[in-house]
């Protein structure tokens, strides 16, 4: 019989790299993200290093984490650096306005964000103050950390202990400066990105805060002023989160049926539109793709679990959510040649996280085994593809039924492929142009129901397994993949 969906690899056309950084995170200051889930501090019983879990370190070690952005979001407009350095008894507390109003007592500063990176071998991304800053205050911040001359600031990093500078190349400038982070217009926005680009020196990869969703005029604005400077801009962020229906109804993370199934999986595909559109601008006054378009915060925004703190953003996550996982990280690797980096919100306990934490209890999520099994696709070359796939469809909405992206690496080609359809195996026959194959194998994630998702103290319903390939003949094979499925293909 044949097979309902078909993908063509051109493998001798793999040209364009994944930038690692696609599979980038996000930890904020923000309910339990930073305090409780990456850092307990020294006198906690949770078995930690210099106050960092030990065991959130050897998950995100695992699932080869290669980048983390941090303080914020919003937080980062909010947030004075200088409060968060120095011995820790000394440091001010502050109030968290934008999440929960809870006090913080700044025992996570620069130097502990920096440490938990080298920790976790990730690169750090630090997000800067514009909404209520100054320049010279952000100015400073990157001499503090980058700096290698002898200065005030030089000085202080080494009263308070670190000698060397870090090598930070990632800085943002600002966030979601048209909300949150100053309610300001695009045109006002881009002068004052040019003025806070301009005085933060250094061989930096600067971000400008970009558009929301689809504020293509947002892109249009920033675009046209900021790359009057050349140099001063490297990359754009885009923001986009995957709701069940819209921001005014958000939907359960665990309590849906099909019909919030599908739903959330056409929002999501959104994503694609989004890229595309935001790119013919980007185009327009970077055609050689020099700036990269930066997606620093994605992923499913569901309704608080009941009974927990409304401005902690902690949900669970099921299967649906490593589907939404699989089909972004396809589309950031089918947009490799403008995606340069993408970080989903957030790393532990809050929105799509990898991971949740309970006191000293730990889960991994349905979304980290996704990553660990995307990682393949890390710094490989993406091949250009043909998918041929018909639709899934219900309550008037239509979605592919498989999704996929394929890249390859020292030889070794690796196949993500989703299956959309929760009720129905697809199979799908893969060809190979430009190159042999003969040996197979794959890996799969998936559970018995949609909303399966795993648990505190319970065995684990959603996880990431072997799965078997049968060999390919000619360059050619057929795979079948069940039902509400994220699955990797390896061929070499
Ligand atoms: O990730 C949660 C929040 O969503 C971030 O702080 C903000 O940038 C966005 O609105």
Known sequence: TLAQSSLTLHTDQA????????????????????????????????PNIRGFRLDVIGALKDMNIPLLRWPGG??????????????????PSMVNVHWGGVTEDNSFGTHEFLDFCELINAEPYINLNVGSGTVREAAEWVEYVTSANISPMTDLRKQNGREEPWNVKYWGIGNENWGCGGNMTPEY????????????????????????????????????????????????????????TSWNDKGSATDFDEKGWISVLDNTLRMETLIERHSTIMDKYDPEKRIGLIVDEWGNWFNVEPGTNPGFLYQQNTLRDALVAGINLNLFNNHADR????????????????????????????????????????????????????????????????????STKDGQVSITLCNLNPNK???????????????????????????????????????????????????????EIPAKSVVLVQLK
Request: proline share 3%.
């Open 189 to 244: 926005y881009a002068d004052l990105y040019n003025r806070f680009a301009g005085y933060c020196r250094g061989d930096l990869y600067r971000i400008a805060g970009g558009p929301n969703v689809d504020d293509y005029n947002w892109m249009e604005v920033l675009m046209q002023k900021t790359t009057r400077h050349r140099q001063l801009v490297q990359g754009v962020s885009l923001h986009n989160y995957t709701f069940t």
């Open 74 to 91: 919003c937080f980062a407009d909010t947030y004075n650096w200088k409060d968060g350095i120095g011995p820790k008894h000394k440091r």
């Open 15 to 46: 040209e364009t790299k994944i930038n690692r950084e696609i599979y980038g995170h996000f930890a904020e200051h923000l309910g339990h993200c930073i305090y409780g889930g990456i850092y307990v501090g020294e006198d906690s019983d949770i």
């Open 425 to 479: 195996a697809e199979s799908i026959d893969i060809t190979l142009t430009g190159q042999e194959v003969s040996s197979a194998s794959g890996q799969i994630v998936t559970a018995k129901n949609m909303n399966d998702y795993n648990d505190f103290g319970q065995e684990e319903k959603v996880t990431l397994k072997s799965f078997d390939v049968k060999k390919p003949k000619d360059g050619k094979l057929t795979v």
């Open 339 to 406: 995606v340069k980096m993408a970080n989903i919100a957030q790393t532990v306990n809050v929105l799509q996280s990898v991971i949740l934490t309970k006191e000293e209890q730990m889960v991994l999520t349905p979304t980290y085994y996704v990553f660990k099994m995307y990682s393949v696709h890390q710094d490989a070359n993406l091949i250009p593809a043909n998918l041929k796939t018909g639709k899934y469809e219900l309550d008037g909405k239509s979605v592919p039924a498989v999704h996929a992206s394929a």
